[in-house]
Nanobody, 115 residues
C-alpha cells in the first residue's frame, strides 16, 4: 500500500523558512499528482499541489511564499516555505491527488511559527 512519510517541520520565527519533504513508497510516484495540506485546528486543507508533469498550483494564502516541487528519482515531494507567518502554524501532510486526499494520511510534520 502507499505510505507517506513527512519531515522537515520545526519551530521558526515569523519571516523564517522551512523545507518540508514527503517520501512516497508503495506505488509509482512519477505518475501521481501530489499535494500538501495544512491542518491548523479542523480538517487538513490543501495549500499546494503539483501534477505528474510538474505543474504547480497554490492556494491564495500561500501564493508567492510557498513553492512545491518534486524529485521523481527520490520519490519525494517538497514544500519550500518562506516568509512564514504565525497562521502557517499547524501540522503539514502530503497526499496523493489534487482534489482531496486519496490514501491514508502519514504522521505529518509539525510547523510552529512563533517569536
Amino acid at each position: 500500500q502507499v505510505q507517506l512519510v513527512e519531515s522537515g517541520g520545526g519551530l521558526v520565527q515569523p519571516g523564517g523558512s522551512l523545507r518540508l519533504s514527503c517520501v512516497v513508497s508503495g506505488t509509482t510516484f512519477s505518475i501521481l499528482h501530489m499535494a500538501w495540506y495544512h491542518q491548523a485546528s479542523k480538517r487538513p486543507e490543501l495549500v499546494a499541489g503539483i501534477t505528474s508533469d510538474n505543474s504547480p498550483r497554490y492556494m491564495d494564502s500561500v501564493k508567492g511564499r510557498f513553492t512545491i516541487s518534486r524529485d521523481n528519482s527520490k520519490n519525494t515531494v517538497y514544500l519550500q516555505m518562506n516568509s512564514l507567518k504565525p497562521e502557517d502554524t499547524g501540522v503539514y501532510y502530503c497526499n496523493v491527488g489534487l482534489e482531496g486526499p486519496v490514501v491514508s494520511w502519514g504522521q505529518g510534520t509539525q510547523v510552529t511559527v512563533s517569536s
